[in-house]
């Protein structure tokens, strides 16, 4: 098991024996090039990360496809991506993109929070494509509250949905950013 994260282990986390931590950053090509040019997985998960690759430019659709990328290049050949993302519908997308030099102000300078921008089942499923990865939609019961920063919403007030998906390489995958 290996953890890739932008920061570093927690001092006071204990991983077991078969668990590593590695700083970096799945956006750069260090990390599938020479950070883990070695690694090949059978299984990558990524849990609730979509929303915050878009970075100080709101760049989310080019640093998503450059995500799953990267992480297709450090699948074994049978290997799968499972993602779980907070997904919401495109007009709320066209909103955010209309309102990001503020908001993401608001977040990063006020609340002290992270660059976020959620994202579409869509713009996901979109990009997977453009990546040259095969997609499976994963059927996802939705849990009765979502956390949002640090409020606790009923589902059904809100809409945001927990989205899952499989992906795996095509036969063809190209790994160039067009």
């Not at 209309?98 to 979109?126: A, D, G, H, K």
């Not at 990009?127 to 409020?151: C, G, H, S």
Request: net charge neutral; hydrophobic share 40%; charged share 20%.
């Amino acid at each position: 098991i290996v953890i890739l994260d932008l920061f570093k282990k927690p001092d006071n986390l204990n991983l077991t024996e078969n668990c590593s931590w590695i700083c970096g950053d799945i956006l750069s090509d260090e990390v599938s090039s020479s950070l883990l040019k070695d690694e090949k997985f059978d299984f990558i998960i990524m849990s609730s990360l979509l929303h915050h690759l878009c970075g100080r430019k709101n760049n989310i659709i080019n640093n998503l496809e450059h995500c799953f990328i990267n992480s297709s290049k450090l699948l074994s050949p049978e290997g799968k991506i499972c993602i779980f993302e907070s997904t919401c519908p495109t007009f709320i997308t066209a909103i955010e993109d209309l309102f990001y030099p503020i908001y993401s102000r608001v977040l990063t300078r006020i609340l002290n929070f992270t660059f976020v921008r959620m994202v579409s089942v869509s713009e996901v499923e979109e990009t997977l494509v453009k990546a040259n990865l095969m997609l499976e939609r994963v059927p996802f019961k939705q849990p009765d509250y979502i956390a949002q920063m640090y409020w606790r919403i009923p589902t059904r007030f809100y809409p945001l949905r927990i989205s899952a998906f499989f992906a795996k390489r095509t036969s063809s995958s190209d790994y160039h950013i067009s």
